[in-house]
């Protein structure tokens, strides 16, 4: 009788011991999923400031154009000022805070998008050295924000998996992990653009 407490006492010993490596392991590893996603929510901010800073020359540059268009500076200097008011940290990353937040870069995006259509008729502006280097910044900072938000995405959709799955999301809910929201395509991009010639 003796014996079979002993055993008992060992195998539930055994159990708690798994159970207590096994919570362990999982919890590390949701920190770590945890971890990279803002690392790379970091990597996003930091390129998505990076076009902002480069908006402000870029503006400053298309000024000296005479009779540059004013409306479409202030379009854009208001849609800059509205995006860099949206700070985010990883763990306000709900559907709603990504919606005004890709909202207001897409605002951003559309303001540039009328300024370089715009600058098209103003053949010096076109020309000048300053306006064409940073025109090839703004593409390349353009192309890291694309890739930015590709690995952001990546790192969401693995942290997601990992705390919606179980058993791992018994433990990542009673240390109140949640899934986090990504950034989606923009409203009408399933639908390829009509062209006509």
């Known amino acids: 009788m003796k014996g079979t407490r002993n055993l008992t006492i060992l195998v539930v010993l055994g159990l708690l011991l798994i159970l207590g490596v096994w919570g362990c392991n999982g919890y590390n590893a949701v920190i770590k999923q945890d971890e990279t996603v803002k690392k790379t929510w970091n990597n996003v901010n930091t390129e998505y400031q990076k076009r902002s800073d480069l908006v402000g020359n ?18 854009l200097v208001e849609a800059r000022a509205k995006a ?16 005004k937040f890709q909202e207001a870069q897409g605002q951003m995006s559309g303001a540039l998008s009328r300024l370089l259509a ?4 103003y053949p010096d502006l076109k020309a000048s050295q300053n306006f064409l280097q940073l025109q090839r910044q703004l593409e390349e900072i353009e192309n890291d924000v694309r890739n930015s938000r590709k690995s952001f995405n990546e ?3 693995t942290y997601n998996t990992k705390v919606r ?13 949640k899934a986090k929201e990504g950034f989606k395509a923009d409203e009408g991009a399933e639908k390829a653009p009509k062209v006509e010639f």
């Open 58 to 75: 870029l503006v400053n540059t298309v000024k000296g154009a005479a009779n540059f268009e004013q409306e479409t500076l202030t379009k």
């Open 155 to 157: 790192a969401i959709n």
């Open 118 to 121: 715009v600058v098209e008729n």
């Open 84 to 99: 860099t008011s949206i700070n985010l940290t990883a763990d306000q990353l709900t559907p709603e805070n990504m919606a």
């Open 165 to 177: 799955s179980f058993p791992v999301n018994l433990l990542a809910g009673m240390f109140g992990f």
